[in-house]
Structures are given as C-alpha cells and as structure tokens.
C-alpha cells in the first residue's frame, strides 16, 4: 500500500513538473500571439480590441519581409547543408574506428561549449581579413557551425537505435555499399534525419547572437531586425512580426510531422 502511495505520489509529482515546464515555454509565445491583435497603440494584455491592422503592417513593412525572406532562405540552406555533413560525420563515428576519432566527435560537440557570442567575434574577424563580411557565407558558416553539432548527435543516437543486420544482409545479396545506405540506411533512419532537420532549421531561424555579428550588406535576419526595432519602439508591430516567426516554425514542424507523423518523430 505504501509503495502504491509513492508511486501514485511520483507519478502525480512528475505530472505537475511537466505541466509547469510545458506552461513555461507555451504562455509567452501565447501572450505576443494574442498581443499582436490588439488594436491600440500599445501592447496590452488583454488586448482592449480585435485587429489586424498591425499584421498588415508587417506585411507592409519592407525592412521585416526582405529580414524574413533572408532568416528562412539561410534556415533552409542550413538545415540542407548541416544534414549531408552531420550525416556523414554521424556515419563515420558510429561505424568505423580511426585515429583521430575522439577528437572529431568532440569537435563535432564544441560549438555547444563556445560562447555564441566568442564564436560570433572569431568569425567576424575571420572573414574581415577575407574581405568576405558583405557576402552570405559568414553567416551560412556562423549558423551550420550552431546547428552540426545538434544534428550530428540526434542522427547518432538514429544509427544507435536500429539493426545494422539489415545492412549486411543487403551486401550478402551483392548490393554496393551506397545503394545500402540510400536504399536501407537512409529510410530507416529518415525520421532521426527529418527531426535533426529541424533542430538545424529553428537553430538558424532563431538564432540572434552570432548573427548580429554577420549580418551582411545590411540584410539581416529577422531575429536581428526584431531585436533592433525593439530599441527604439515596442508597439504591436513587433507581437506581430513575432507571431509571423512562430507561425513559419510550426509550418516546418507540421509539414514533417505530417510526412512522417508525430508518433515516429518522436
């Protein structure tokens, strides 16, 4: 009886500290979603009436849409690039042993050590000196470096996961090694590949600090932009631009939820 007690308790205990977290995280972004359609001046909750006016606003303000056309052009650039060099450092760690494997997992781990902030300066001063800083690479190179080690880790624990006997009896049947992998390796695993898709796309679409360092030919991204309108105004146009930045995220993770479902990317 005791013991059914406890675990009743620690069952209950878990639920609420779910619950607490979940709250954390949801209410914010609920309150500038329901901030952006106020219709006063300010930002107000409750919001004293229902507009759209400052949604179109954003839409009509120039600065937030070229800031949000360039956060989700990079995001997905990002997310591509991070995918094919994360799989491949993943493949190769998981599967063969070679001098000079710990270091390349641990380096592959690094970028979650560095400050942001110390990663955005190097690269700033990196490309200054290639006369590269008016060009997009700076940031392409600043967001996959923030987004490989997340991928790198969700694809290793795919690989970790499923039976690599599948694999050998593909070559036993003359198959070549690459027609395994995109044949065998890549379908079994697609739902770790399309989760650290993900992890690499909000990693680049949200990030502020090392892009605020590389922001190039005075395109920013939209993180950056917010955070400088901020400085000098905080109406409701911001609630909505903030809005339209979570409504493109769910977008992505709906998309791939619904091509490969919750219940497997989870």
């Known amino acids: 009886m005791r013991s059914d007690l406890i675990d009743d308790l620690m069952f209950i205990s878990g639920v609420l500290v779910r619950l607490l977290v979940y709250s954390m995280l949801a209410v914010p ?4 979603i329901v901030s952006s359609f106020t219709s006063s001046n ?23 849409m070229t800031a949000l056309w360039t956060s989700t052009y990079l995001a997905v650039l990002v997310a591509a690039i991070a995918l094919l060099i994360g799989f491949a450092a993943a493949f190769a760690i998981n599967r063969y042993s070679f001098p000079g494997k710990t270091f390349l997992q641990g380096l592959a781990f690094s970028p979650l050590i560095v400050p942001a902030v110390v990663l955005g300066i190097g690269l700033l001063q990196l490309f200054a000196s290639l006369d590269l800083t008016q060009t997009i690479y700076p ?6 470096v923030l987004a490989i080690p997340y ?4 694809i290793l624990a795919s ?17 070549t090694p690459l027609r395994v992998i995109r044949r065998v390796t890549l379908p079994l695993i697609m739902p770790g590949l399309l989760s650290a898709a993900i992890f690499a796309f909000v990693t680049s679409f949200g990030n502020v600090t090392v892009s605020s360092f590389l922001t190039y030919g005075g395109h920013a991204t939209l993180p950056v932009q ?12 911001v609630a909505a631009v903030s809005s339209l930045m979570i409504a493109v995220t769910l977008f992505v993770i709906l998309t791939i939820e619904r091509l490969i479902g919750a219940d497997r990317l989870a």
């Open 29 to 32: 972004a609920l309150l500038v």
């Open 42 to 64: 300010t930002m107000n909750f409750p919001p004293p009436g229902f507009s759209l006016r400052w949604y179109r606003a954003a839409f009509a303000n120039d600065l937030f």
């Open 139 to 144: 940031l392409l190179l600043g967001h996959l």
């Open 151 to 154: 991928v790198v880790r969700t």
């Open 159 to 175: 690989l970790a996961l499923y039976d690599q006997q599948l694999e050998q009896a593909a070559m036993n049947l003359r198959a």
């Open 226 to 237: 917010i955070f400088a309108y901020v400085d000098t105004s905080y109406d409701p146009l």
